[in-house]
């Protein structure tokens, strides 16, 4: 492209890290290597069989069941499950914040580091087999699946939020501090201000997150349309399990549009 009298040429491209090079050809081997090493049985997927059953399968919810008493049962269902993810996620906010604060180094680094591998065993284990594993002191029902939520989503709250915290910028905090202020005194008035947009997004969508876990914790017996939609399947009431499914989709896109209202309201 002829460049015209008077423009400044521009830089040239910055070469790439051998590094990322590297990185790059390692995960092409390893997805080389996933897919020839796994028997994917792709013909037997994409056969007239495997799509005539399939289709057979799924005329079977067909009509979803509309009577009013059923309909009032998924009601309230629908309530408990956005009971369950709305505790859940409160909860583990508010101990996120406060694990969060050690685990940003504020208290040495021996304090960070053992807060740290707190968060990463509370959020390694899915909130699937914190519910069997909860099932088991709490019982059947939604306080267990309460319990699994909150105790998974702090892992995850709890290392969102000491990241922001450590990558905030701190001259306001130290402003506050050379002029007497306390430590936790600074952290109010200067860094939580700061923080509190982006943490609010991170707890936002993990609500998100949750409502579907709370819809699939149910099949362990924690309650919600999770519980609901493995009972009637057990018992092959496609009709019943096809209503609770749609009220399952419908809830899901119900809180990412007001999920993602939020979020936009909150980072302006």
Do not use: C
């Not at 079977?60 to 369950?84: D, N, R, S, Y």
């Amino acid at each position: 492209m002829k460049r015209e009298p008077g423009m400044k040429a521009l830089p040239p491209a910055p070469r790439r890290p051998l590094s990322v090079l590297l990185v790059l050809l390692a995960l092409a081997a390893l997805t080389i290597a996933s897919f020839a090493t796994l028997r994917l049985q792709w013909q037997g997927l994409f056969s007239a069989d495997a799509a005539a059953t399939s289709m057979e399968f799924l005329r079977g919810f067909a009509p979803p069941e509309t009577a009013p008493a059923f309909l009032w049962k998924v009601a309230g269902g629908i309530a408990e499950t956005l009971a369950m993810s709305a505790l859940g996620t409160g909860i583990a906010a508010l101990l996120g914040l406060a694990l969060a604060l050690p685990a940003s180094g504020r208290f040495g680094g021996v304090g960070r580091g053992f807060i740290r591998l707190i968060l990463n065993v509370l959020r390694s284990v899915p909130e699937l087999v914190w519910a069997a594993v909860l099932l088991i002191a709490a019982g059947l029902g939604p306080f267990a699946g309460t319990l699994a939520l909150a105790v998974h989503t702090t892992g995850v709250l709890g290392r969102l939020f000491a990241d922001t915290l450590e990558n905030e910028s701190p001259q306001a905090e130290a402003a506050l501090r050379i002029n007497g202020a306390a430590p936790m005194a600074a952290f109010f008035y200067a860094s939580l201000p700061q923080t509190l947009p982006q943490m609010m997004s991170y707890t936002l969508y993990r609500w998100e997150n949750n409502i579907r876990a709370a819809a699939i914790l149910g099949v362990v017996g924690a309650g919600g349309l999770g519980q609901m939609l493995k009972y009637h399947l057990s018992l092959f009431q496609m009709h019943q399990a096809a209503t609770v499914i749609l009220a399952m989709l419908l809830l899901v896109a119900l809180v990412d549009a007001v999920s993602f209202g939020l979020r936009r309201v909150m980072t302006r």
